[in-house]
């Protein structure tokens, strides 16, 4: 199904399967060709099939989910340990922000690849299609 208008493709597009291929760090639409092509910056165009990934703008979303899950695991331990008094205030100021950080740079690509799975499949605002 094409639309009249723009020349685009218009068929449906699998939510969950754009989202878990993006997951896995490939393109939402053929699930071969790589997504980044360093830590957060994606490809222009997927190697596979050529689809115009470049286009498509995650903005703030990805950090955004990255410190509501960061900081959902980060500060009830911080809360449950630091209110047990378990080990000294040097301790916890290096544990803490290293624990917080550590996770944060593991989340934050694969945020990022999800909401780019998302607005693929969506056609959303920010994907050139929409």
Same mark, same amino acid.
């Given at each position: 199904?094409?639309?009249?208008?723009?020349?685009?493709?218009?068929?449906?597009?699998?939510?969950?399967?754009?989202?878990?291929?993006?997951?896995?760090?490939?393109?939402?639409?053929?699930?071969?060709?790589?997504?980044?092509?360093?830590? /957060?910056?994606?490809?222009?165009?997927?190697? !596979?099939?050529?689809?115009?990934? +470049?286009? =498509?703008? #995650?903005?703030? &979303? $990805?950090?955004?989910?990255?410190?509501?899950?960061?900081?959902?695991?980060?500060?009830?331990?911080?809360?449950?340990?630091?209110?047990?008094?378990?080990?000294?205030?040097?301790?916890?100021?290096?544990?803490?922000?290293?624990?917080?950080?550590? /996770?944060?740079?593991?989340?934050?690509?694969? !945020?990022?690849?999800?909401?780019? +799975?998302? =607005?693929? #499949?969506?056609? &959303? $605002?920010?994907?050139?299609?929409?």
């Amino acid at each position: 199904m094409r639309d009249i208008h723009s020349g685009h493709d218009r068929a449906p597009r699998a939510l969950w399967t754009s989202i878990g291929r993006t997951m896995r760090g490939r393109c939402p639409s053929c699930g071969e060709g790589k997504l980044f092509r360093s830590f /957060l910056r994606q490809v222009d165009r997927c190697s !596979a099939c050529g689809e115009d990934l +470049g286009r =498509i703008r #995650a903005d703030d &979303a $990805p950090p955004w989910a990255t410190i509501l899950i960061v900081g959902h695991i980060v500060v009830p331990l911080l809360l449950a340990v630091e209110s047990r008094d378990l080990w000294a205030a040097w301790i916890g100021m290096l544990v803490w922000p290293s624990l917080a950080l550590a /996770l944060s740079v593991l989340i934050l690509p694969h !945020a990022k690849a999800a909401f780019i +799975g998302l =607005i693929w #499949a969506t056609r &959303a $605002p920010g994907s050139g299609d929409a």
